[in-house]
């Protein structure tokens, strides 16, 4: 197992299986424990954040522990000074770290330098966090993963990178359809054995999850406008809703901006589930925390 959590491929199957059960277990017992007494979380967020800032902070306390939150223009990270220091510092004080990052490079140094567990909450390539508690939504509404056909419209960003990470551990069969320009890394494609297929409506036929995202991500706002004109027709519609199978659910990781990737109708109409999967993200995070930092058994 890897001291650090990445991304989602850090995880064996096993080690996401252990994670997805601890944290279904915590959720039904609202798990509240003592794996973090006397311990304590730094998080560094170099981007705005409502869910994970939350969940971390909010798992910490129900573990027994305390989180620390800076602001990283406040601490300067990689400026103030190096991404290094700042590891090898909090390294002696905390007993994790985890960290939102513009470019996934700073995460990475962090992890090298501070001997002790670095859990990404976000940079340009992955969110791992996300995907954790994307999994265990479609668990919850299908009671497996294995073959569960979910179709990934929009953008092919960090969050959908994780997203194929984590069904080519765990079966789900991933179809993915963006414009021409926004595909993800087909080396993420081929290991998930996931499908392309670029128009939309084709490509949620028969799908159990339609999940999408922003189009604009934090950090490409100069982008915005030229994405709003790519993205036309990609728009995650009751209409295109209907394309898919009669009983599918929506997803979407949060913020969202209505009117773009997903209307109103869809995101809080009687399919969504987007409210469990952000109430999910406060129980898998809280696994993610026990077995990193807490010292929670991986088996057992
Ligand atoms: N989904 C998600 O990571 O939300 P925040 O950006 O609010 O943390
Ligand atoms: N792709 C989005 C996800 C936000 C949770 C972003 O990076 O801004």
Redesign the pocket.
Known sequence: MSKHLLSIADLDAAELAALLKTAEYFKQARYRGSELRGKTLATIFEKPSLRTRTTLEVATVHLGGHAVYLDAGQIGLGRREPVRDVAENLGRWVEGIAARVNKHETVAGLAEHAGVPVINA?SDAH?PL?ALADLMTLKEAFGRLQGVRLTYVGDG???LASLLEAAALSGVEVTVSTPEGYEPDPGLLERARARFVRDPFEAVRGADAVYT??WT??GQEAEAERRLRDFAGYTVTPELMEAADREAIFLH?LPAHYGEEVTEAVAYGPQSRIFDQAENRLHTVKAVLAHYLGGRPWSG
């Open positions: 976000l969110h996300q960003n960090n969050v995202d922003v991500s934090m990781c």
